[in-house]
């Protein structure tokens, strides 16, 4: 497997991005100035993830998201294990903010819980998000040392 980096056209990506974010609004806000990384498999672009620097001289894992007739087959923790070394080389540590469904894919790949975040997906989004069926509320912080 093999990381792009893309510098140019980053908004041509916007339906495979949607699928982990669901607000476009949102998802162009850390587009413009965060580094997207995605997996070009052929023709077909199966995964993609975005990362945002911080103050504190880590970085935030904005965005990540598998094809969705690609998902389960471990193509996601093999892309984020390359986005880890490659955001090594600039950051210090790297912070995911999730929601109580997607947990155990970062929990799987040693992320630390660090803190919780209440009412940030009714507070910053303009409409419910649902996941399996269950609005989203609170927004569980992970972390790992890079
Ligand atoms: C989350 C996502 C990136 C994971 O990629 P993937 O290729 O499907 O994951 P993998 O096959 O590498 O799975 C790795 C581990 O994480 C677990 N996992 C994967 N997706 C999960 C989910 N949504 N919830 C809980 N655990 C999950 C798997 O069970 C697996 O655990 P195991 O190694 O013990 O079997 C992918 O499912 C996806 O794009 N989902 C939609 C977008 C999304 O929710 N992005 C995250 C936003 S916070």
């Known amino acids: 497997m093999e990381l792009q980096k893309i510098e140019c056209g980053k908004e041509d990506y916007m339906s495979i991005l949607l699928l982990a974010d669901p607000c476009i609004k949102m998802i162009k806000r850390y587009l413009t100035d965060g580094d997207l990384y995605i997996y070009q498999h052929g023709a077909v672009t199966a995964a993609v993830a975005?990362?945002?620097?911080?103050?504190?001289?880590?970085?935030?894992?904005?965005n990540i998201a598998v094809l969705e007739n690609l998902q389960g087959k471990g193509i996601g923790s093999a892309f984020l294990r390359l986005i880890m070394g490659e955001a090594s080389k600039k950051f210090t540590h790297m912070l995911v903010g999730t929601t109580s469904q997607t947990q155990g894919f970062y929990k799987s790949l040693n992320f630390q819980y660090s803190h919780t975040i209440p009412n940030?997906?009714?507070?910053?989004?303009?409409?419910?998000?649902?996941?399996?069926?269950?609005?989203c509320v609170d927004m569980r912080c992970f972390s790992i040392k890079l």
């Open 50 to 62: 975005v990362l945002y620097p911080l103050e504190d001289g880590g970085c935030e894992l904005k």
């Open 120 to 135: 940030f997906f009714v507070d910053n989004y303009p409409e419910p998000i649902f996941e399996n069926g269950i609005q």
